[in-house]
C-alpha cells in the first residue's frame, strides 16, 4: 500500500521514517485557523483529518498531523514575529503547558484519529536566555516558538507523555493507526 504524509514538515518526515522508510510527502494546502471557542484537543484533531482528507490518493494510506501547544485556555500555534514569539516564551516560563498532537490515518473513506497529550514543564526563562534563543533560526516554524529536538530542550524541566508527540508524531500511536489499515512493522 502507499503511504502518503501530507505535511511539509521536516520533523514529520524524520519521525516516520523510524517506522516507514518507503513514503512520500504531499504538502496540503489547508487553512489551519482555529475556530471561535474550539478547543485544543478539537482543532488538533480537525486539522489532522483536513490535512489528511486534502491528499487524494485511491488506495493509499494518507496521514495528516497537527501539534498545538496549550497553556490554561490559551493555544500557542506558530508565532507571528519576534514579540509574539517572545509573548509565547515568557508565558510557558516556569510552567508546564500541554502539547497536543493529533493524527488522521485515512484510505479511501475510511479515517481513524488520536490525539496524544503530553505534559510540558518549562524551568524559569531570563529574558535574555528567550532573546539569545530568537536569535536563532528554530522557533519560527513551531508550535509555542520552540523545539523540544533542539535547542529549545534546555528549557524544558520535565516532560509526561510522548516525547515524540512534542516533536510532532506520535510514533506508537501513528503504529497502531497504520497497523489498522495493515501497514508497518508489525503487519
Request: hydrophobic share 45%; net charge negative.
Amino acid at each position: 500500500m502507499q503511504i502518503i504524509l501530507a505535511s511539509g514538515s521536516p520533523r514529520r518526515r524524520t519521525l516516520l521514517e523510524f517506522l516507514e522508510p518507503n513514503f512520500t510527502c504531499v504538502e496540503p494546502n489547508v487553512d489551519e485557523s482555529r475556530t471561535v471557542g474550539e478547543a485544543p484537543k478539537d482543532y488538533v484533531m480537525r486539522l489532522a483529518v483536513m490535512k489528511a482528507s486534502a491528499v487524494d490518493a485511491k488506495g493509499a494510506l494518507i496521514l495528516g498531523a497537527d501539534t498545538t501547544v496549550a497553556v490554561d485556555d490559551t493555544v500557542l500555534g506558530k508565532p507571528d514575529d519576534r514579540e509574539d514569539a517572545t509573548r509565547m516564551l515568557s508565558l510557558l516560563s516556569g510552567r508546564s503547558h500541554c502539547v497536543m498532537t493529533g493524527v488522521a490515518a485515512r484510505c479511501d473513506d475510511v479515517v481513524e484519529v488520536c490525539v496524544v497529550s503530553t505534559s510540558v514543564t518549562f524551568a524559569q526563562l531570563s529574558a535574555r536566555g528567550i532573546a539569545r534563543y530568537l536569535d536563532t533560526a528554530e522557533p519560527w516554524d513551531k508550535a509555542g516558538a520552540y523545539a523540544i529536538q533542539g535547542r529549545g530542550g534546555v528549557f524544558v524541566q520535565s516532560i509526561e507523555g510522548s516525547f515524540s508527540s512534542v516533536v510532532g508524531l506520535p510514533l506508537a500511536e501513528t503504529k497502531a493507526l497504520m497497523a489498522n489499515f495493515g501497514v508497518g512493522l508489525d503487519r
